[in-house]
């Protein structure tokens, strides 16, 4: 038996209504959920637990620069043209699509310049603290999202970006590459960012890539996008461990698509 027929009536006539439980209700009610609310709300629907609830992001105006709650609503969409809702997976669009980093100026031992990073280059940390090097992956390409970590709040466009790469997560594996996502910072709400992941996505699976840990911010600041932690960034390695595209944005919309993404490893098989 599934849980929506375990519901009582009363709780499924309600889920109907507002359509936050994962599961329940019509696929019109859920998609009319905002990612904005899956990733800034626990206990996957609308939370009143203050540690991960939109209260206390608008709080944090005060506090945090960067933060700008209008900026996001601007750039997600519930609802189409004609009043259709549309899955959180597709709420907000990502049309970036030409690189802007010079190519061969990143390697799989980091950023080539005067400073020599050493055999290994970037080292980041799995979800059990072991190192992870961007020369293990040698062999296949490599696709490496870095999120822009936990300035103070969990970024929307970066749960929706990678529950966008989790949908279509088949296709690079299919195209022979291998997605890594990295998480800037401690690991302390790394668990927020995924659940939110996974949310977006309508899934209750793990995600199909390693989340990766970059704690002391050095992998940001060997490829050069530290921001209040990271700017959003994409990069494409062939087999070699050379770049063979890349795209770093200045603000959290701003990133390749999926299509594109895909577009470009499969010009490296």
């Not at 599961?23 to 009610?29: A, E, L, W």
């Not at 549309?86 to 100026?105: H, Y």
């Amino acid at each position: 038996m599934n849980k929506r027929q375990n519901l009582p009536l009363a709780a499924l006539v309600f889920c109907v209504m507002i359509g936050t439980i994962p599961g329940c209700g019509s696929d019109s009610g859920r998609s009319k959920r905002s990612v904005i609310d899956m990733t800034w709300s626990g206990g996957r629907g609308y939370s009143t637990d203050y540690n991960r609830s939109r209260d206390r992001y608008r709080g944090l105006v005060q506090q945090i620069r960067l933060y700008d709650e209008k900026y996001y609503e601007s750039h997600v969409r519930t609802e189409d043209a004609n009043g259709n809702p549309i899955k959180p997976v597709e709420q907000v669009v990502f049309t970036e699509s030409k690189a802007n980093v010079p190519v061969k100026s990143v390697t799989t031992a980091g950023v080539k310049s005067k400073t020599e990073q050493g055999k290994g280059g970037a080292v980041f940390l799995d979800a059990n603290r072991n190192e992870v090097r961007l020369d293990d992956y040698l062999g296949k390409p490599v696709v490496l999202v870095f999120t822009r970590g936990f300035p103070g709040y969990i970024c929307p466009m970066c749960t929706t970006y990678t529950a966008q790469i989790t949908v279509a997560h088949q296709k690079f594996k299919d195209a022979g590459a291998e997605v890594l996502i990295v998480f800037p910072g401690e690991a302390s709400q790394v668990d927020e960012f995924i659940d939110a992941c996974q949310q977006i996505a309508e899934t209750d699976e793990v995600l199909p890539f390693p989340i990766l840990i970059d704690p002391d911010l050095a992998a940001v600041k060997a490829f050069n996008i530290r921001a209040d932690l990271s700017l959003p960034a994409t990069y494409i390695f062939d087999k070699n461990g050379d770049i063979a595209w890349g795209f770093v944005g200045e603000q959290p919309h701003q990133r390749p698509s999926v299509a594109v993404l895909l577009e470009e490893v499969k010009k490296l098989k």
